[in-house]
């Protein structure tokens, strides 16, 4: 593969990432190890002792494990959406960023479906879903829907790929000869023919477009598990697009959090610029906006009707004895914050959007578990239940110790691919010349 | 008498093949059932007992060889999903006449092997706004015609029965809990932990009409006990309560019965205005509840002798306020 000159110094700059491990990697690397062990014998522990062990009770059947299910999902939207519609409107900055995230997507989507796994009192029968599935269960959708969801999301990151694996491939790195064979069979004989490149484009393209209505499908079907029961604080027409819009705002902000810390560890100033955090921060500043505006007529009209049932959950939400603190926390962290770093000049720099970033990711989180939880804890009879673990939900060491497994399973697949793939795109930089304006190529060292 | 002769040569073969025999006859005739399972050799006791063959042949086999069986799979698995034909089962709980006596809550506990905290059937305290008055509020599963739990369930596992019964096959479920979230009611409780069962009941056959044995990771809930129905009893619960709170019968034939008298079931809800809870829900259940009108019992005399426990569940209605 010819390399131009710009692509030649991308390639220079993360040639030593991908070559070697690296003792600090290796550091890392066991850190999440030990972490996903912990989960692993919480995991044994659940299974042998059976759901006991967790918080999770009768009548709050669901609890942390819904809300990382929901959150996971929720943050691979930076690649569908983000990833998708910029390549979609040929956005000419999202050239180094496309492939983190990319990465998000496909890491998150495969640790989102174990979070519901994990609530499935019968994991032994799992394959019931195939044997006797129901098409009227929003659980069968969402199983037809991640599915396809996460295969599209492979072919997506992969197909953008190819052109790289070709790079390393005829590179000669020094890499160890499994590696070398593997970007062999990976790059699946590209050498750049124009009709080879015909082809990506287009099948790229059509991904593009794919990738953002199955995107949609997704966390729609996954709120209406939620939406399509009778229960407050659920059964709300809105669930749908305020899941999707929830899911990409909280999936711009891991990617701004990833750039960050991309930026910073393999010191890519001159690729991952400032811009690009602002013109992120913006699209996460509208996000932000149209989530706060969804969260309010939501909260507004279940409020103002206050219907006795939908009042109950309102209640627990708006008292600061319940949840309300946690809940003022999702709608300042959430919402006020980030678009406040945003808005104001002074403060719309790389570091101080990536803090608003990190408080939002936080603050979706949290709010997920307050989707989640208090409707729970409302029922409709009145509970009249002595046990206090049934009245109230309180995550076990076992809920969090998977959680924590999850995050960190998160962490490890992420360091695994950052050292397998350079994270910045070699080939995309590749048909065009660098032009005056254009910030998607280096342009000087800091 | 050959046949009997040949059982008390005791050779485990024949022993096996009578005992199936058995087994095929005592189905046709409701509660009995073989130990063909049990290993050791059964000494015979000398009371004789007759049996049909499937041949058509009176056999007479020593009682030792049978064991009774209240819970018992009679009906195949299909039959358990399709329920029985021509059957509409339906209930109508009598809220004037409950005085939270709790028989019937200890009645499907021990029917159903369930520890004492897992109430299939719970009474709940209800006091709708401020000024009304607190009433007591007996409720199972209400086996709506339109049940949410139903739609959401990803694998078959609780399916509608053309009997109007909503049940589970707990050998298909995974354990999800959708029907639990989706079931406005509550009235779905899982099996957190392994659930500890005499050992007769653990190693029985499972239908889903029985719910025996319960399994962990699995959903369970009330089933209006259709092994009952079929050999002609009412559930425990209606034959439990003192006060003949519970009626229990088939729409299609228009009679409940409370175990005492066996009423026209159109003519009880005309006369008495029975209503059904959360009629807006629009789950369409199969109890009908009679309003809690000129009560036999102060509402007190389910409170004043429960123990500490149970009191501290009804104490915040109670002592005033509402629920």
New interface residues.
């Given amino acids: 593969m010819e390399l131009n000159q710009y692509q030649k110094d991308i390639f220079e700059k993360q040639k030593p990432v991908i070559e070697n491990y690296g003792k600090k990697t290796w550091g890392w690397t066991i850190f999440f190890l030990l972490w996903i062990l912990v989960g692993g014998y919480a995991l044994y522990l659940q299974v042998a002792d059976g759901h006991v062990v967790t918080g999770m009770r009768d009548n709050v059947v669901w609890g942390l494990y819904i809300a990382n299910f929901i959150f996971f999902i929720g943050i691979s939207y930076a690649g569908a959406v983000i990833s998708g519609l910029l390549h979609i409107l040929h956005v000419e900055w999202r050239k180094p960023i496309i492939r983190i995230a990319e990465m998000i997507t496909v890491i998150a989507t495969m640790i989102g479906p174990v979070f519901i796994l994990l609530c499935v009192g019968r994991l032994d029968r799992l394959h019931h879903l195939f044997l006797y599935p129901r098409l009227q269960s929003p659980i069968t959708w969402d199983v037809l829907a991640i599915t396809t969801y996460f295969t599209g999301s492979v072919i997506f990151l992969y197909l953008a790929l190819i052109k790289d694996f070709a790079i390393y491939r005829d590179a000669k790195l020094n890499i160890p000869k499994w590696k070398q064979k593997l970007y062999n069979i990976l790059a699946i004989g590209y050498r750049g023919t124009p009709s080879q490149k015909r082809h990506i484009k287009i099948s790229t393209d059509l991904m593009a477009i794919m990738i953002i209505p199955l995107a949609i499908i997704v966390h729609s079907v996954l709120s209406w598990i939620f939406g399509m029961t009778l229960r407050p604080g659920w059964h709300s027409s809105i669930f749908g697009p305020y899941f999707v819009l929830a899911a990409i705002y909280s999936g711009t902000g891991v990617l701004i959090m990833a750039m960050w810390v991309y930026r910073k560890m393999y010191k890519l100033n001159s690729l991952l610029t400032d811009k690009h955090f602002v013109y992120l921060g913006y699209i996460m500043m509208v996000l932000g906006a149209a989530y706060g505006y969804f969260t309010f007529s939501e909260y507004l009209t279940a409020w103002f009707g206050s219907a006795k049932w939908d009042n109950e959950v309102i209640e627990k939400l708006f008292t600061l004895e319940y949840y309300g603190g946690w809940f003022l926390f999702t709608n300042i962290a959430g919402i006020i914050l980030p678009i406040l770093v945003v808005a104001i000049p002074f403060t719309r720099k790389p570091g101080l959007i990536t803090i608003a970033s990190f408080f939002m990711v936080i603050a979706l989180w949290v709010k997920r578990y307050l989707i989640i939880v208090p409707t729970l804890e409302s029922t409709l009879l009145p509970m009249q239940d002595t046990r206090p673990e049934y009245i109230k939900y309180s995550a076990t060491w076992v809920e969090w110790a998977l959680t924590f497994a999850g995050i960190a399973t998160f962490f490890l697949l992420f360091t695994l691919l950052s050292k397998f793939v350079t994270i910045i795109p070699i080939s995309e930089f590749g048909d065009k010349e660098k032009t005056a304006d254009d910030t998607s190529v280096p342009v000087k060292e800091n | 008498m050959k046949q009997q002769e040949e059982i008390n040569d005791n050779s485990r073969r024949d022993f096996i093949k009578t005992a199936a025999i058995v087994g095929i006859a005592t189905a046709a005739c409701g509660s009995l059932a073989c130990s063909c399972s049990s290993k050791q050799p059964v000494q015979p006791i000398g009371e004789k007992v007759k049996l049909l063959s499937p041949e058509g042949e009176i056999v007479e086999i020593d009682s030792a060889y049978l064991n009774h069986q209240e819970h018992m799979a009679i009906v195949s698995k299909l039959e358990a999903r399709e329920g029985m034909a021509g059957k509409k089962f339906v209930m109508v709980v009598d809220l004037s006449r409950c005085k939270n006596a709790r028989k019937c809550v200890s009645a499907c506990q021990k029917w159903h092997y369930r520890p004492e905290?897992t109430e299939w059937l719970?009474v709940?305290?209800?006091k709708d706004s401020d000024k009304a008055a607190p009433y007591w509020?007996p409720?199972q599963c209400f086996h709506c015609d339109n049940p949410?739990c139903v739609?959401?369930?990803?694998?078959?596992?609780t399916f509608k029965r053309q009997d109007g019964l909503v049940l589970i096959d707990n050998e298909?479920?995974?354990?999800?809990?959708?029907c639990?979230?989706?079931c406005?009611?509550?009235t779905?409780?899982?099996?957190?932990?392994?659930p500890v069962m005499p050992e007769a009941i653990a190693n029985q056959q499972y239908s889903p009409e029985t719910g025996i044995p319960a399994r962990?990771?699995?959903?369970e809930k009330c089933d209006f006990c259709p092994d009952r129905s079929r050999e002609g009893l009412l559930p425990p619960c209606v034959e439990a309560c003192p006060n003949g709170v519970f009626y229990f019968g088939d729409e299609n034939e228009d009679t409940v019965s409370n175990g005492d008298e066996t009423v026209s079931f159109t003519q009880l809800i005309k006369d008495r205005a029975a209503y059904r809870f959360?009629e807006e829900?629009g789950?369409k259940p199969r109890v009908y509840y009679l309003p809690p009108k000129d009560r036999q019992f102060p509402v007190e005399r389910g409170y004043e002798n429960l123990p500490d426990?149970?009191k501290?569940?009804?104490k915040d209605?109670m002592e005033g306020g509402a629920?």
């Fill in positions: 905290e719970t709940k305290l209800m509020f409720k949410p739609k959401v369930c990803p694998v078959d596992a298909r479920c995974i354990g999800c809990k959708f639990m979230a989706a406005p009611y509550s779905r409780v899982f099996n957190w932990t392994d962990v990771g699995t959903v959360q829900l789950t426990q149970l501290e569940r009804f209605v629920e």
